[in-house]
């Protein structure tokens, strides 16, 4: 039996404290400061633990996300002296999309690489925008198969980025006749890319690498902001050239497993040219996520490219338009291209813009993606508080330039490990035990939209009024 994949683990501290979501307020002249079973002691998360101050002093607990708002502290207060509060900051934290929650989220999973919790239950609308529009299927949770909650070390989340046979061939003596393309695999559906913006100092991106090759998994990097200290053979990094500058990239080209080539008109022309550099180079080209996405996919498909990656905009959104479609919408329109003219099985889907959680990673799979692409998650798990003010060219407050390689590597991994356990959850309560077989499937997924359609619209839709004339 081939060896089990596993992320190793290990807590990686905050260097800053945490910007956490709730605390709670003391009312201390109400407190007898006597008591023995104080409810600080009993706190399952060890919010009050962590600082022995709030015993001795009953000091109110410093704002840190692992409070989860379970109230047990408000409830159990035998002189009735706590209430929950909002931190003011928290509420400044982040954007309309990348929210205070998936912020705090994410800094928890890359703290102790363990799937986040909530003691307060979900308070939300049950369905929102974009990904929050989709919920997935999970009745197998409930009949649970051999291989499936119950059976996570059986549930496999490889995935393949190289190109595919549409057809074998075969010899009179029944040997393979096809000739068989190199075969890439990743052991996670997700891979790493320099994000745009933010302190990409050296010390980051080292510690972006080095994570994406302790879990077996790629990053796409311009050759132009190609650390120093991983300038020499590296089978984790993708450079991103284009048609005009990969002449000037040989010898990189000739170490990477993979390069993603800016997509152009004729770019297919340029594929044997780089395969004579290296014969079994994986070619990936990165197409803008558009309205001709779905079109020029088709025709890329036809050629002997392994992977199309999609970008699409930061906010899971259509670029290059005043009123972006979602990603996923867009995702689905370009699976389901291919799958009409009968080649997706050919090609490899990546996307990237806008994954921030791992349910994101599980949706844009069922939306038709092969693998997705983060980058702004690698920033949040070293603590960024997406602030802006990098781009102001004002001092980062968390001093990421200073990041030490080992520990952001660390932190990056607790996520990814979190991030892959929350995708094995998920699966394993549809009842697949493949990653590859949730690709497109929809069948597993409820779209609000649709419900709202075949199941509300004729109960509360607009009647017909026939006058009478």
């Known amino acids: 039996m081939p060896k089990k994949y596993h992320i190793p683990t290990k807590n990686a501290d905050p260097r800053f404290p945490p910007i956490g979501k709730y605390s709670t307020v003391e009312f201390r002249e109400d407190c007898a400061g006597c008591c023995h079973q104080c409810v600080k002691k009993k706190c399952v998360y060890g919010i009050f633990k962590d600082n022995f101050l709030h015993w ?25 002296i ?8 928290y509420r400044n934290l982040g954007d309309d999309y990348w929210t205070g929650d998936i ?3 994410t800094w928890a999973q890359a703290h102790t690489g363990k799937i986040p919790v909530s003691g307060a239950g979900y308070r939300g609308p049950f369905a929102g925008e974009g990904f929050d529009s989709i919920w997935t299927d999970m009745s197998e949770i409930v009949r649970p198969t051999r291989d499936g909650i119950h ?3 059986y549930i496999n989340t490889t995935v393949e980025l190289s190109r595919r046979p549409m057809r074998l061939k075969f010899n009179q003596d029944m040997s393979i006749a096809t000739e068989l393309p190199p075969i890439l695999e990743l052991p996670v559906p997700v891979l790493f890319r320099q994000p745009e913006f933010g302190v990409l100092s050296e010390s980051v991106l080292l510690s972006m690498v080095q994570a994406a090759g302790a879990i077996g998994t790629l990053m796409y990097v311009p050759p132009e902001d190609h650390p120093a200290a991983v300038a020499g053979p590296s089978a984790s990094l993708v450079p991103c050239l284009t048609r005009e500058t990969y002449s000037n990239h040989t010898g990189l080209i000739q170490k990477s497993r993979m390069i993603e080539l800016a997509y152009a008109p004729g770019i297919e022309n340029e594929f044997a040219g780089l395969r004579s550099l290296k014969p079994d180079l994986f070619i990936s080209v990165g197409l803008p996520l558009d309205a001709k996405a779905a079109d020029i996919a088709l025709a890329l498909a036809q050629t002997d490219v392994d992977t199309i990656h999609l970008y699409g905009s930061s906010h899971g959104r259509e670029v290059g338009t005043d009123s972006p479609r979602y990603l996923k919408d867009m995702l689905r329109e370009v699976h389901l291209k291919l799958v009409d003219h009968r080649i997706r099985d050919k090609v ?4 990237s813009g806008g994954i921030a959680m791992a349910e994101h990673m599980a949706k844009a799979i069922i939306c038709g993606a092969d693998a997705v692409v983060v980058d702004i998650p690698l ?4 603590e960024c508080r997406l602030c802006n003010l990098c781009k102001e060219n004002q001092p980062c407050p968390v001093k990421l330039e200073a990041v030490e390689p080992k520990w952001g590597a660390q932190r990056i991994v607790n996520l990814m490990s979190a991030w892959r356990n929350q995708l094995i959850e998920v699966m394993g309560a549809f009842g697949i035990r493949e990653a590859r077989r949730v690709r497109g499937e929809v069948g597993r997924s409820l779209w609000f939209e649709d419900l709202e359609r075949e199941n509300f619209a004729p109960i509360f839709g607009t009647r017909k009024v026939v006058g009478v004339g």
């Open 82 to 89: 706590f209430s929950m509060s909002v931190n003011p900051e």
């Open 348 to 351: 490899n889907i990546v996307v």
């Open 56 to 80: 001795s002093k009953m000091a109110e607990p410093e704002y840190l996300y692992t409070c989860k708002n379970c109230y047990r502290c408000v409830q159990e207060c035998t002189k009735g």
């Open 151 to 153: 059976g996570r070390e």
């Open 103 to 105: 912020i705090n989220s």
């Open 379 to 382: 920033l949040l798990a070293l």
